[in-house]
């Protein structure tokens, strides 16, 4: 398996502008999360889904930022206006239910957003 | 909501001594515990976790340990190696059977030769 795939890698873009990051889970993971991590927050839970359904998003900081998962492969993060504060590395990570409990979290590659 | 904190903030150690982090949780019904390794400029990685049915879980050097009733968690690291400097982030479970994870603030290890 190839892991969790995320484009891009690296985004420059000016304030101002839509970003769109993308994120293809590991076939047969239930689970989607979306991370930020700054040197200031940490890990930050933006927004998570289970069977593409949308669990919890109380960690989307404001209604510029909005997430999708139209199916088992594919999810997006969209920022809109972008604003120099969103600049930070963006993880999609995904992980499959075991026997009821919690697994590994599988992270992706990360995508380097900076918002000039 | 859930809080996890982490300490220390950074740690530097000589090759070959010990290391511990450790982290404290806020939500008693918490009932999963990873830790993550993070590289520079990559991805966390799982290296251990825990949960609340067991009280330590040992693979080589490194071993966690869980006191629930303190509600606090540590890694350590023995005979530490130079490979083993990166950031350490530990985690926990929200206590509504949920899975979303919260993490620690992070520790940066510095194993020096």
């Known amino acids: 398996d190839a892991g969790v795939i995320q484009s891009p890698r690296h985004e420059v873009t000016e304030m101002g502008q839509e970003v769109t990051l993308r994120c293809k889970p590991i076939?047969?993971?239930?689970?989607l999360f979306w991370y930020r991590q700054t040197m200031m927050r940490g890990l930050e839970l933006l927004i998570y889904f289970n069977n593409n359904v949308p669990i919890d998003d109380s960690g989307m900081p404001e209604d510029r930022f909005s997430a999708k998962m139209p199916n088992a492969s594919f999810s997006t993060l969209k920022i809109q206006p972008s604003e120099p504060r969103d600049s930070a590395v963006y993880f999609c990570?995904?992980?499959?239910?075991?026997?009821?409990?919690?697994?590994?979290?599988?992270f992706g590659e990360g995508s380097r957003l900076t918002v000039l | 909501g859930e809080n996890v904190e982490q300490h220390p903030s950074t740690l530097s150690v000589q090759e070959g001594d010990s290391a511990v982090i450790k982290c404290t949780y806020s939500d008693s019904a918490s009932n999963y515990f990873p830790w993550y390794k993070q590289e520079l400029g990559k991805r966390p990685q799982l290296i251990i976790d825990i949960r609340s049915n067991v009280g330590e879980k040992k693979d080589q050097r490194i071993a966690v340990t869980l006191n629930k009733t303190a509600k606090h968690f540590s890694l350590h690291i023995t005979e530490t190696q130079p490979e083993d400097s990166a950031v350490y982030f530990c985690a926990a479970t929200r206590g509504d059977s949920s899975y979303k994870l919260i993490f620690g603030s992070g520790t940066r290890l510095l194993v020096r030769p």
């Open positions: 076939s047969g993971h239930d689970y």
């Open positions: 990570a995904s992980s499959r239910t075991s026997g009821g409990a919690p697994g590994e979290l599988f």
